[in-house]
C-alpha cells in the first residue's frame, strides 16, 4: 500500500486514521502519535512510510472526503471489502450491544459481496450470524423473484450462503403501494433499533451512479431536502423502476461507518467532483458526511483515474 497524490498528508486526518484502524490494526502508541501531531511510522504491505500530521489539521479541514483506496482490479476490491465486513462485524459484536447491523445496496455489490462474503465471515461460524441485522439502503418496489429486486437478488446469490436468520433481515412489502411501503419498512427499522432516536446501522456499503446519485436520492430531487423522515417513498425515480423505497439523509449520516463502493471509467468523472470540487449544489453522495462515523471509498484504478487528491493504492502483487 503506498500514497499516490501530492506529497502531504490528507486534508481529513482525523477521518481517514480512524477508518484505517477499521482496515488494519493500529496501536495505542501509533494513535496517540496522531493525536499528538508527532512523527510517526506505519508498516503496510512490508513498506515502512513516515510522514508529519500536523496537529491543526483536522480544525482546519474542509467536509471530508474520507479515506480512499484504491485497488488495481474490483476482484482485489471486493476481497478486501468483504475482510472489512468480516472485520467490522466480529468488532461490533464483541462490544456492548453485541451485534452488527449492515445495510446493503444493489447493482454490482450483489455478485461482489456474493462471492467474498461467505469464505470472510466463515471463521467466526454460523452463531455470529445470528446477531445480525441486515437491512437494505433502498429497494425497487417490484415483486422479489423480479430480476430488479435488490432484496431478490440477494436472498438468491448470497443469503443462500449466508445463513443469516429471516427474523433478522428487513425487507420492504413489494405488495403495498409505494408510500405505504415506506411507512411499513421504516416501522420495520424502528423496531429492529429499539433504543435509537434514528436507527444507527454498524455499515453502509452504498455505492455511487455516474450522475451522483446514492440509495435512490437523485440530483436535485425533493428527497434531499427531507429531515424527518427515515425511509421516504419515490415515484418518479429517474432510472426505472420509477417506484423505490429509501434511506433518507439522515439515516445514511448518522451511521457509524458508511463505505462508498465504485468501479469502472464511468464512475471516473463523477467521483472526481464528489472528492475534489466543492460545488454549490453537491450531488448526492457527496451529501453523504457521517456526523460522527468514518467515510470511506473503495475504488478500482479505473474509477480513480481522474483523482489528483491522495489517495492510498492497495495490491496484493
Known amino acids: 500500500m503506498q500514497w499516490v497524490g501530492p506529497d502531504r498528508p490528507p486534508d ?18 501509533v494513535l496517540e502519535a496522531e493525536q499528538q501531531g508527532r512523527p510517526l511510522r506505519r508498516r503496510t504491505s512490508g513498506l515502512r512510510e513516515r510522514f508529519r500530521l500536523p496537529a491543526t489539521a483536522l480544525a482546519m479541514a474542509a467536509p471530508a472526503p474520507g479515506l480512499i483506496s484504491v485497488f488495481s482490479s474490483p476482484q482485489e476490491l471486493g476481497a478486501s471489502l468483504a475482510q472489512l465486513v468480516a472485520q467490522r462485524a466480529t468488532c461490533c459484536l464483541a ?14 455489490l450483489v455478485s461482489m459481496l456474493a462471492r467474498e462474503l461467505p469464505a470472510a465471515v466463515a471463521p467466526a461460524g454460523p452463531v455470529s450470524l445470528e446477531r445480525w441485522t441486515l437491512g437494505f439502503c433502498d429497494e425497487r418496489l417490484v415483486p422479489f423473484d423480479h430480476a430488479e429486486s435488490t432484496y431478490g437478488l440477494y436472498r438468491t446469490h448470497l443469503l443462500s450462503r449466508l445463513p443469516i436468520p429471516e427474523s433478522q433481515v428487513i425487507t420492504i412489502n413489494p405488495e403495498l403501494p409505494v408510500e405505504e411501503a ?20 454498524d455499515l453502509l456499503i452504498l455505492g455511487v451512479g455516474p450522475d451522483g446519485h446514492t440509495c435512490s436520492l437523485f440530483p436535485d430531487h425533493p428527497l434531499l431536502q427531507e429531515r424527518e423522515k427515515i425511509v421516504a417513498p419515490i415515484s418518479d425515480s429517474p432510472k426505472p423502476p420509477p417506484q423505490r423505497v429509501t434511506l433518507t439523509l439522515p439515516v445514511l449520516n448518522a451511521a457509524r461507518t458508511v463505505i462508498f463502493v465504485a468501479t469502472g471509467e464511468g464512475k471516473a468523472a463523477v467521483l472526481k467532483r464528489i472528492l475534489e470540487d466543492q460545488e454549490e449544489n453537491p450531488v448526492p453522495a457527496a451529501l453523504v458526511q457521517p456526523h460522527t462515523g468514518k467515510l470511506c471509498w473503495f475504488l478500482d484504478e479505473a474509477a480513480a483515474r481522474l483523482l489528483t487528491i491522495p489517495f492510498e493504492k492497495h495490491s496484493t502483487l
Open 12 to 29: 481529513t486526518r482525523g477521518a481517514s486514521l480512524a477508518s484505517l484502524r477499521m482496515y488494519q490494526r493500529q496501536s495505542p502508541k
Open 95 to 108: 462490544g456492548a450491544r453485541a451485534r452488527f447491523a449492515l445495510g446493503l445496496s444493489g447493482g454490482s
Open 182 to 201: 415506506a411507512e411499513d419498512y421504516a416501522k420495520k427499522l424502528r423496531q429492529a433499533f429499539q433504543g435509537d432516536s434514528i436507527p444507527v446501522f
